[in-house]
């Protein structure tokens, strides 16, 4: 008999058990909706998280990341505050476009593998209305600068932009 259960209090952590003998405890990043847990000799299971889809992500990164901001800046510091000025003000039209800046800014963030900075930028292409093209083209431009090991971010970009053009 197999069977999965969330560990009380810890939404994102499910164990698995096997014919209630043993168990294995694995924790998922909820914002990802689909991942691999390698289980009892050598069998992959494919687990999807049906709860959430990528546009419900979106909303609740823009709801966490808007909440999370807020507490950061109410701590009064100045140098955190000039530091989100000066982010607020290089994305916006000047000798470049935003949309292209933004675009910028998603290759940066695949070349430096950070996820919140991707998944980000890739929101904030879809509100500037990139095309396709232009985000394919984009990623191509990430891969290239930051080699093979982008890929899996590239992949989840790919995923979140997919799940977006879906929703709209």
């Known amino acids: 008999m197999l069977s ?3 560990i009380k209090g810890e939404r994102d952590c499910i164990v698995w058990s096997m014919n209630c003998r043993q168990e294995v405890v694995f924790c998922i990043d ?3 909706t689909v ?6 000799d050598g069998l992959y299971i494919l687990l999807k998280n049906r ?10 990164f ?10 950061l800046l ?8 000039r530091f989100f000025g000066i982010d607020d003000a290089v994305y916006r039209d000047g000798a470049l476009d935003a949309k292209t800046k933004e675009l910028l800014g998603l290759v ?3 070349v430096l593998r950070c996820d919140d900075c991707i998944t980000y930028h890739t929101i904030k292409a879809g509100d ?3 095309t396709d093209e232009e985000f394919d083209e984009v990623l191509a431009i990430g891969m290239v600068v930051g080699g093979s090991i982008t890929i899996p971010h590239i992949r989840r970009a790919s995923g979140l932009w997919d799940e977006m053009k879906k929703g709209s």
């Not at 709860?51 to 609740?60: L, Q």
């Not at 823009?62 to 507490?71: M, P």
């Not at 109410?74 to 505050?81: T, V």
């Open 51 to 60: 709860e959430k889809r990528m546009a419900g992500s979106v909303k609740m």
């Open 108 to 110: 940066a963030s695949l």
């Open 4 to 6: 999965l259960r969330c």
């Open 128 to 130: 500037l209305d990139v």
């Open 35 to 40: 991942f691999i847990a390698h289980v009892f």
């Open 30 to 32: 909820i914002a990802k």
């Open 62 to 71: 823009r709801k966490e990341r808007e909440k999370l901001n807020e507490i």
């Open 74 to 81: 109410s701590r009064e510091n100045l140098n955190i505050k």
